[in-house]
Nanobody, 114 residues
Framework: QVQLVESGGGLVQPGGSLTLSCAAS????????MAWYRQAPGKQREWVAG???????EYSDPVKGRFTISRDNAKWTIALKMNSLEPEDTAVYFC????????WGRGTQVTVSS
């Protein structure tokens, strides 16, 4: 059972930036494609971005060009740098493997509001 801890969320104005971090509890982290997901109130969980074991990224259309996913296999972490934030980005952000193999963490709240 791999534990996941998300951090870095907060309140930001439209057009602002925020960087999220996700820490895993096991070295097997480096063997998995990882991903960020988000869930807004009343909506289904949504895949946001993924990153392969060697750092190749993919993004969902709503965030493409604005978000950047990265990973540090030595530190067992992934990050999500978010620029040009919009109110539609407001959600709880979670990390997991790209296939959702592990238990979900608590997530970190991102609120984009004027």
């Amino acid at each position: 059972q791999v534990q996941l801890v998300e951090s870095g969320g907060g309140l930001v104005q439209p057009g602002g930036s925020l960087t999220l971090s996700c820490a895993a509890s096991s070295s097997i982290f480096k063997l998995y494609t990882m991903a960020w997901y988000r869930q807004a109130p009343g909506k289904q969980r949504e895949w946001v971005a993924g990153i392969s074991t060697v750092g190749n990224p993919e993004y969902s259309d709503p965030v493409k060009g604005r978000f950047t996913i990265s990973r540090d296999n030595a530190k067992w972490t992934i990050a999500l740098k978010m620029n040009s934030l919009e109110p539609e980005d407001t959600a709880v952000y979670f990390c997991n493997t790209n296939s959702m193999n592990w238990f979900w963490g608590r997530g970190t709240q991102v609120t984009v509001s004027s």
